[in-house]
């Protein structure tokens, strides 16, 4: 039971990270702003607080990307290299 209770708890977590990188995608390029593409010459238009906005959620996907990958290089990759 045990190794079964971890074993639903380490896929809660990279769900959990799968979970918070989509919603960031979703908030930086759908949501705030109201665009799907970067602003590039639109920027100059674009209110301060909107490109704010997008930049402190694409801060947000990127600690969750990161988070998700040095979770699983500890979880996965690490364990498999020690035993080659």
């Known amino acids: 039971m045990k190794g079964k209770a971890w074993r639903v ?38 209110p301060v607080q909107v490109i704010l906005k997008r930049r402190l959620y694409a801060v947000e996907t990127w600690i969750a990307i990161s988070g998700l990958s040095v979770y699983l290089a500890i979880t996965e990759i690490l364990p498999k290299k020690a035993t080659d």
């Open 9 to 46: 708890l380490h896929w809660i977590l990279i769900l959990n990270f799968l979970l918070q990188i989509f919603y960031g995608v979703y908030m930086v390029f759908f949501v705030v702003g109201g665009s799907k593409w970067p602003l590039f010459a639109r920027a100059v238009d674009t």
